[in-house]
């Protein structure tokens, strides 16, 4: 596995992957690069400079969606997958509630399944699981925590066409 750390306005942001393709986007803020990392990774920059730049893009206001082929690891269930797939459908600048993620998988009691799935999401922000809040349109938790989350929300908001 080969990774970079990114800086971007929400603090570190850690990009892991191999084979052309992120499996990995994963927030530093308060938490040690070497918890995240496997002994045999490789830092290698020049790999995610593409995803490097589409995320400076993004925090720049000027990219609305990512470009770059992800890879889910094997063991990831077929729910979380399904999951996974239907919060990159929320567009920019949108949100989804975890009743409407459970509804449009088809499986419409499954809410408090699509938080797990949100909470093990392995690639953060390309994979937009901080569009997703509570019924009552309350943000809810977030990997990267809540600043964070209010801090993409309004960024999206802010620069929506």
């Given at each position: 596995m080969y990774y970079s750390v990114v800086n971007s306005p929400v603090g570190d942001?850690?990009?892991?992957?191999?084979?052309?393709?992120?499996?990995?986007?994963s927030f530093l803020v308060g938490r040690k690069l070497e918890d995240h990392i496997g002994e045999l990774w490789i830092k290698n920059d020049n790999l995610f400079s593409k995803i490097a730049s589409?995320?400076?893009?993004?925090?720049?206001?000027?990219r609305h969606e990512f470009d770059c082929p992800i890879e889910f690891e094997a063991?990831?269930?077929?729910?979380?997958?399904?999951?996974w797939n239907e919060l990159r459908q929320i567009p920019y600048g949108s949100t989804r509630s975890y009743r409407e993620v459970a509804e449009r998988i088809g499986r419409p009691k499954a809410y408090r399944a699509v938080g797990q799935a949100n909470h093990q999401n392995p690639i953060a922000i390309v994979i937009p699981c901080h569009r997703v809040i509570g019924s009552n349109g309350t943000l809810t938790g977030f990997g990267g925590g809540l600043d964070t989350k209010k801090y993409l929300l309004e960024l999206e908001e802010s620069n929506c066409p």
């Amino acid at each position: 596995m080969y990774y970079s750390v990114v800086n971007s306005p929400v603090g570190d942001l850690l990009l892991a992957g191999r084979n052309g393709c992120m499996r990995q986007l994963s927030f530093l803020v308060g938490r040690k690069l070497e918890d995240h990392i496997g002994e045999l990774w490789i830092k290698n920059d020049n790999l995610f400079s593409k995803i490097a730049s589409q995320l400076e893009e993004y925090f720049g206001g000027k990219r609305h969606e990512f470009d770059c082929p992800i890879e889910f690891e094997a063991s990831s269930s077929g729910f979380y997958t399904s999951v996974w797939n239907e919060l990159r459908q929320i567009p920019y600048g949108s949100t989804r509630s975890y009743r409407e993620v459970a509804e449009r998988i088809g499986r419409p009691k499954a809410y408090r399944a699509v938080g797990q799935a949100n909470h093990q999401n392995p690639i953060a922000i390309v994979i937009p699981c901080h569009r997703v809040i509570g019924s009552n349109g309350t943000l809810t938790g977030f990997g990267g925590g809540l600043d964070t989350k209010k801090y993409l929300l309004e960024l999206e908001e802010s620069n929506c066409p």
